[in-house]
């Protein structure tokens, strides 16, 4: 283990040698990282002995809490066994020969054959590779393109970003790559129209699917991908009425239908996977962050039958990782996924602490700053607003949520802030006194962001 330093001798060498994601360098070194030290449960500690509530699950994937010595023994295990090797060249381990056959049981029963990787972005630009060979072989090559949603995120190398719809990242890179296509998302509070209930709009947007398709051409269009609901663009639940318009529309077309389930995936929502809860029956199911918890790296494609048999048919699939079906990583999966049946932790989050957070959590709508405080499973969000009624935006959006932010972060509850909303994603493993401090944390937060606004003349 590396010999202990102080927070101010750990934050100079951060910066002067740690580029981070997603961030602004210069005025991130200028304040100094928080150094998370140790965790437990859903409770992080930083250099300075700070007890912080971890309302993300580190980055939405420690389903099963931190410090579960049964994955880290496992994981110790395999790497004194067999530490490394690769899955090409005729080859494979029972690790990975276990887990694939973990992962039929666990998804819907279309699916029984994965593709793995090592991370959720790895697993969609497999998924591009993936559904364009898928036609090639049925001698549909001009079936390339694939529709995403504006505001999706799917990733961060090229190809994922590109599915993505997330226009900070288009403008850097040259994104997105040819042949992906964005339309709506279904974000009712903050795109639908004036009197236009949450059903009506649910329809609508949906359809926007069936128009691209109609104007480009069913014969060129590959695929459609989805999160059931998206996580990083600010915990978007579609209307009840969207998903069975979108599963109509693809089961109408010769169309694939992509589930990506990186976030929603492993007990998220209530259901083991975010199709489950909607209904729908995708062809290919996108996996990576909750099926080891975080614990290893590690990612996967699951491929329908009807999917996987033209595939086979096809000759040699040319892509794969060094890391696809990384021995240690398939063992932790195991060891996390014995943990969420043993415990029944889907179970628990549809049938108990989901229901018991949410109605704390939906209370928050009725505060002056909130305009709704939406929650499925163990996932939610808060809009902030100056107008409830109107469903307004502050001027500058963002400014105000990373306010927000900044105070939960000083309140030791980590809260994710997209654009003026605030987000969560708990732990499944979070008890009922610990749900109770996280809302109490969070209403001390837009308390002291709401005083702000008003000593800054932003709200009355």
Request: with cysteine; glycine share 10%; hydrophobic share 40%.
């Amino acid at each position: 283990m590396p010999q202990p330093k102080s927070t101010a001798e750990l934050r100079a060498l951060d910066a002067a040698h740690h580029l981070h994601p997603f961030s602004d360098m210069k005025a991130l070194n200028a304040e100094g990282s928080r150094i998370i030290t140790r965790a437990d449960g859903v409770w992080l500690t930083d250099s300075e002995g700070n007890r912080i509530l971890d309302g993300m699950s580190g980055l939405w994937c420690v389903n099963v809490g931190y410090g579960r010595e049964e994955i880290v023994d496992a994981v110790a295990a395999q790497m004194r066994e067999l530490p490394y090797y690769n899955t090409f060249f005729k080859t494979t381990h029972q690790p990975a020969i276990e887990l694939s056959a973990k992962l039929a049981e666990l998804t819907p029963p279309q699916f029984n054959r994965v593709f793995f990787t090592g991370s959720g972005s790895e697993s969609n630009d497999t998924v591009i590779r993936l559904v364009r060979r898928y036609f090639d072989i049925r001698d549909k090559p001009q079936k390339k393109v694939i529709i995403s949603r504006r505001n999706a995120y799917h990733g961060s190398t090229v190809g994922a970003a590109s599915l993505g719809g997330m226009a900070p990242m288009h403008e850097q890179g040259g994104l997105p790559i040819p042949d992906i296509v964005h339309i709506a998302q279904p974000y009712w509070w903050g795109e639908a129209r004036q009197g236009e209930t949450m059903e009506e709009f649910g329809i609508r947007t949906a359809r926007a699917l069936e128009s691209v398709i109609d104007a480009m051409g069913e014969d060129r269009i590959a695929a459609f991908i989805a999160e059931p609901i998206q996580g990083a663009g600010g915990v978007i639940i579609p209307p009840i009425t969207y998903w069975p318009e979108i599963a109509r529309i693809c089961r109408e077309r010769d169309i694939l239908f992509v589930s990506d389930e990186v976030i929603c995936g492993f007990g998220r929502t209530g259901q083991w996977f975010g199709c489950e809860t909607y209904h729908t029956h995708p062809d290919i199911l996108v996996m990576a962050k909750g099926i080891t918890s975080g614990y290893m790296p590690l990612g996967g494609v699951m491929v329908a039958d009807r999917v996987a048999e033209v595939l086979m048919e096809g000759g040699d699939f040319n892509h794969g990782y060094t890391y696809s079906g990384h021995p240690a990583a398939c063992a932790a999966a195991l060891a996390n996924l014995a943990i969420m049946q043993r415990e029944k932790l889907v179970e628990r989050v549809a049938e108990d602490v989901g229901p018991y957070l949410k109605a704390r959590w939906s209370a928050l709508a009725e505060h002056p700053l909130v305009g709704e405080a939406p929650m499925v499973g163990l996932v939610g969000a808060l809009e902030l607003t100056p107008d409830k009624v109107g469903r307004t935006s502050f001027p500058d959006v963002g400014k105000v949520g990373t306010l927000a932010r900044d105070f939960s972060f000083a309140n030791n509850l980590v809260m994710r802030a997209v654009r003026d909303r605030l987000i969560i994603a708990p732990p499944l493993v979070i008890s009922h006194g610990e749900c109770d401090e996280l809302i109490a944390r969070a209403r001390r937060t837009l308390d002291q962001t709401h005083a702000e606004l008003k000593r800054r003349g932003w709200v009355a």
